[in-house]
């Protein structure tokens, strides 16, 4: 009981990072896509939040080391790289949205900025990806003889990198939908409409590329989703979906659209968790995967977890809501 | 360079850059309050402006310890796996409160830096109390955890493995009200004396400017309180650390020899090879009564621990002297100016003054680092005390010197950032502010 309450707290977690600070990295990897004169409006939208949204990231560690230490320290021994290299990534766009924002003398500099913040919002969803993707593949072996079997083949393959760019795709989508909603300007919100919707075709393109990589590096992950009715139902309705969201975008209808583009990606998050419930990670060779089961901590601790969780739930979300209403309060009326 | 030591170097390099960072976000709020507080009673503007022109560092400074902090919580699994794995059931309760800390923080500082003209003034205020309370909490929490490193509990430990794990009883260890008493006011005394100082500076180009002195005043009746009271959380911490990791206190003090009674050794380079100290200065007697509140008490020496047990002693003591050094200075200064004060005479007229504060700036983060130092190093060879070695906690991945590399770079890159951000906030002050061109007599 009490683990599987953590384990929803843990979900939620993963979901509210991915709805909030992914379409913050997202709203990064956009200036790509619409170009540099929208990048007022992309660093007003995100300038409030953005530190909030990022503390769910820290959530689900504080969650994986005091829950379920082994997953913790498997992941962060065998996925080392890759961690760090997220890590630079989030320390790169942190810092260079900031010192964007708060340099004093505008000069040649924000050029600078501009340029890190861009770069380091695409790598830290796509080695958040590729981080997801090795879990789930199962090449981690504790019993590996080489460097490069332990430390680089569990997360540097095709399935990971799918699952990255997927991870990619879909915050940057997240952010492009999210936008229509943080502009006035027709021009700029037609701007981000079509950028909402070529990057809704490129996740699902991606997608069916994930489960392409999957067969190809071993994980059948299509007789896995077979297998799993919610999961298979999951993804049908968001592809039901698909078609309501075009519509809604069509008309700019901000709140809709947000909710829909929220919608499909919950759904997405949730058949991820159902197929792969209760494994965390799948291991190489003959190690038995860890579960959510397996590794969590003694009920002593779950106890402690779960109270500091709730109390801490009973505060933040409340405080969470002023927040987003105080400075996205206007933007959800025009819709 | 050995795995161990690229580790351990690693680890130094983010604590000792993330404390920093951690520390400005715990007092700064408090500073912005005083002034924000000070405007809305007396409506002069020179305090609104202090306040904005803080919060502009202060955003800097939190986004860049916010990151790091990241870091920090995969770091500890990135390099100590094993320690991670037996201790994150154990002392991770802090952790998950800090969490909420850590959320509250940013939401509030999020309306804070951002809400200026969308809150009415007190709630604003009250924001930043939010941000400075929570910051406060955070840092607490933090400690707690470390302290249960240097102060195990709330666990059995039976062939290699924690049982009866009570998270509470780990919280709430023996060494987490010193530690965190020690090092909330130290946040205090350091950002106080940085702030203090460098608006004593930028006074000695005009010591009539109506902002730098409002600054000055109350970045150093902060700073100066927190460093007269710093001594007595010192002692309180001096007296448990003597009490539960007699090994720490003696490679702080360079103890070679149990004594009673035991005098204290100010200065002087421990020879670890010959067991003694060169060019220290020695006051009997002094050593006894500050470790056990008895000036003829006995006091553990090294000759009582196993060689092979024994914290790098050159470091640690140096370190602890350079920590009491800086913070009896500070103490010094802050108790000069509440006499000034208390006599009606304006020290921060006075040139003399002014440069005496400026040579204060960096005095509280070194004594922060080095107090840092002392706990950390400290406690080697043990990542829990008595438990646990370091050296048995690390990740078998070959290579971790690159990850160091990485890092050390990373953050040697972004402090000089954040030097260059503050000159370009500071010379362009009198453009942004109209007091920062007043003058008053």
Known sequence: ?335 | MEDLLAARLQMAVSLGFHIIFACIGIAMPFLMAIAEYRWIKTGQQVYQDLAKAWSKGVAIFFATGAVSGTVLSFELGMLWPTFMEHAGPIFGMPFSWEGTAFFVEAIALGLFLYGWDKLRPWVHWWTGIVVGVSGVASGIFVVAANAWMNSPAGFDWVNGQAINIDPVAAMFNDAWFSQALHMTLAAFVATGFAVAGLHALLLLKNRKNLFHRKALKIALVVGGLAAILQPISGDYAAKGVAERQPAKLAAMEALFETSQPASLTIGGIPDVENREVDYDIEIPYLLSFLAHGDFNAKVTGLDQIPRKDWPPVLITHIAFQIMVGAGLLMMGVGGLYFYFLWRKKETIRKRWFLWLVGACMPLGFIAVEAGWTVTEVGRQPWIIYGIMKTKDALSPMPGLQYSFYMITGLYLLLSAIVVWLMYRQIITLSGRYASANTTED
């Open chain 1, 1 to 335: 009981m009490l683990t599987n309450i953590v384990i929803f707290f843990l979900a939620l977690s993963i979901v509210f990072y991915v709805l909030f600070a992914g379409a913050d990295f997202g709203a990064g990897v956009l200036e790509y896509i619409t170009g540099r004169r929208h990048r007022q409006v992309v660093a007003d939208a995100i300038g409030p939040v953005w530190e909030a949204n990022h503390v769910w990231l820290v959530l689900v560690v504080v969650i994986l080391f005091m829950g379920f230490p082994s997953i913790y320290s498997a992941m962060s021994l065998y996925l080392h790289i890759p961690l760090l290299l997220m890590l630079v990534g989030i320390i790169f766009r942190g810092t260079a949205f900031t010192f964007m924002h708060y340099d004093a003398i505008k000069d040649q500099s924000s050029r600078v900025y501009d340029a890190v913040f861009k770069i380091s919002s695409i790598i830290t969803p796509l080695f958040l990806g590729m981080i997801v993707g090795a879990a789930m593949l199962g090449r981690i072996n504790p019993e590996a003889e080489s460097f490069s079997e332990a430390f680089i083949s569990p997360w540097l393959n095709l399935f990971s990198l799918s699952v990255g760019l997927f991870c990619l795709v879909l915050f940057t989508f997240l952010a492009a939908v999210y936008m229509i909603g943080e502009t006035d300007e027709e021009p700029e919100r037609k701007a981000f409409i079509r950028a909402g919707k070529q990057l809704n075709m490129a996740a699902v393109v991606v997608g069916g590329g994930v489960f392409i990589a999957a067969e190809w590096n071993g994980l059948p992950l299509l007789a896995l989703f077979g297998e799993s009715p919610v999961s298979l139902g999951s993804l049908v309705v968001t592809t039901l979906l698909l078609p309501v969201l075009w519509i809604s975008l069509q008309h700019s209808w901000v709140l809709w659209s947000r909710l829909l583009a929220g919608a499909q990606v919950v759904l997405i998050l949730f058949a991820w968790f159902w197929v792969q419930h209760p494994v965390v990670i799948n291991m190489g060779a003959s190690d038995p995967p860890l579960t959510v089961y397996s590794a969590a901590a003694p009920p002593a601790t779950m106890l402690q977890l779960v109270i500091a969780l709730i109390v801490g739930a009973a505060i933040i979300l409340p405080f969470l809501y002023y927040l987003m209403k105080t400075f996205k309060a206007g933007q959800f009326k025009q819709g």
